[in-house]
């Protein structure tokens, strides 16, 4: 197997946390031509004047900038020791299926426990992934 096969879902990853901060752009833009906001509102990140709407969509951003912090180094630990395998790439793929899954739930419906399946499951696949690389 192509060890760089391992940078598909990590570019896919990637993909996914430049779509939602164009989602979290959107979404203040347009609170602010709305006058749901004012750009004071953003000065030390967001006051509490800044709707839920809003606020979800830049909380959605910080999630995908905290657990696939372990998300990239292991993949590309799998690429330098040359051990990616079809059963790493389709654990990779599932993390970011997962992590869609995540972001699509906290930025449409948002049902608590749904997102919260989906995050637990994804934090699952990533220990599997580390565990999977220190075991064999």
């Known amino acids: 197997m192509p060890q760089d096969t391992i940078f598909a879902p990590m570019g896919a990853m990637a ?3 430049f779509l939602v901060l164009m989602f979290v752009y959107r979404r203040r833009v347009g609170s602010h031509r709305a006058g749901q906001v004012q ?3 953003f000065r030390y990140g ?3 004047a800044v709707p839920g709407h809003v606020s979800i969509a830049n909380r959605n951003y910080m999630n995908l900038l905290e657990l696939p912090t372990l998300f990239y180094p292991v ?4 690429f330098v020791a040359g051990r990616v395998t079809p059963l790493v790439l389709a654990t990779a793929w599932t993390f970011v299926g997962l992590r ?3 972001s699509v739930i906290h930025l449409s419906y948002n049902n608590i426990m749904h997102r919260l399946t989906a ?3 994804s934090i699952a ?3 599997a992934l580390w565990l999977e690389f220190f075991v064999r």
């Open 125 to 127: 696949v990533l220990a």
């Open 39 to 41: 750009i004071e509102d």
């Open 15 to 17: 993909l996914l946390t």
């Open 100 to 102: 869609t899954i995540h």
């Open 119 to 121: 995050f637990a499951a």
């Open 46 to 48: 967001e006051s509490g």
């Open 75 to 78: 993949c590309l630990m799998f």
